[in-house]
């Protein structure tokens, strides 16, 4: 188990160098809560009112928490989040954000309120407790972990949950204190040992797993007739190894396109010239029929 290798890439940017602010917060006050927002999804469609009404009322808690929600140009995101939340104190609608300004938003956030999918994975590794208003998530791992709390689209559970989260220290402790399942920001150090070690094994032609072929008698003698599953196996050998040597070659030599093409018809110029040849002037030739020649 590795972790996903999107972590490595939300947390670098995270830590990485940025200027102290972004056009996206200007008139955000650093000394109120932040509340980041997602949400676009097509089946919260019908929905997006009764998330619009929710973060208004979010919006005049006594804390006075500020929501940055990048809004979605969608024709059933954009004029419902406007008409509803336009004039509204404390929320600011934005443009879609670029990557690295979601990060930063997201790190500089207090919790995430969102139906997208990637963020449920992202913000929790940033220590950010998630509130997904979605009926269901393809996600149950997070739920299991303490990371994120399925509130659904309903505007009564929507805002109480975030109530919880900025009145109550213990439930918003034991949310950002969750160790997140699904990375820690090391899976692309983790995959590349592993890669390394599985092309030093691979290297000795007598280790790469593929042995010939038993005779097919000796095979239904031994597998009870079942081909199939022999030959799956085999075949899942053979593309793991084609997978650790394709590895090896771009860890060991690398080479940009340019390079490969040239370095494949020098091959075929050297080795396979004369052969190559006559393929291509016989593919050059035009079928004809009762003597006319078709184009």
């Not at 650790?244 to 050297?270: E, F, K, N, Y």
């Not at 050059?284 to 006319?292: M, S």
């Amino acid at each position: 188990m590795s972790g996903n290798t999107v972590i490595d890439a939300f947390k670098a940017t995270a830590q990485g160098p940025g200027g102290s602010t972004l056009p996206e917060w200007e008139g955000l006050d650093p000394g109120r809560p932040w509340i980041f927002v997602t949400a676009h999804r097509r089946e919260n469609h019908d929905a997006m009112p009764e998330i619009a009404r929710a973060l208004a009322e979010i919006a005049a808690f006594s804390q006075r928490p500020q929501i940055l929600w990048p809004v979605h140009p969608s024709p059933r995101v954009a004029p419902i989040a406007q008409r509803i939340l336009g004039s509204t104190p404390g929320v600011k609608l934005v443009a879609p954000m670029t990557y690295e300004a979601t990060v930063r938003s997201v790190a500089r956030s207090t919790l995430v309120l969102t139906d997208s999918g990637g963020l449920q994975e992202e913000a929790p590794c940033l220590g950010k407790p998630v509130l997904v208003m979605r009926r269901e998530t393809e996600r149950p791992e997070g739920i299991a972990a303490g990371t994120l709390e399925l509130v659904g689209t309903d505007r009564a559970a929507i805002v109480e949950g975030t109530r919880r989260l900025l009145e109550e220290e213990v439930a918003y402790a034991r949310m950002a204190r969750a160790v997140n399942p699904y990375g820690d920001g090391h899976a692309a150090p983790r995959i590349v040992a592993w890669l390394l070690a599985a092309c030093a094994a691979a290297r000795s032609p007598t280790n790469t797993g593929l042995q010939p072929a038993p005779h097919r008698h000796a095979v239904e003698r031994e597998e009870g007739s079942d081909l199939r599953a022999y030959y799956a196996r085999k075949r899942t050998t053979a593309v793991w190894s084609l997978a650790i040597a394709l590895a090896a070659g771009a860890a060991l030599v690398p080479v940009s396109p340019s390079q490969l093409s040239r370095r494949s018809s020098a091959h075929v110029a050297d080795t396979e010239r004369p052969a190559f040849d006559a393929r291509k002037r016989a593919s050059r030739r035009t079928p004809t029929r009762r003597g006319l020649r078709l184009k």
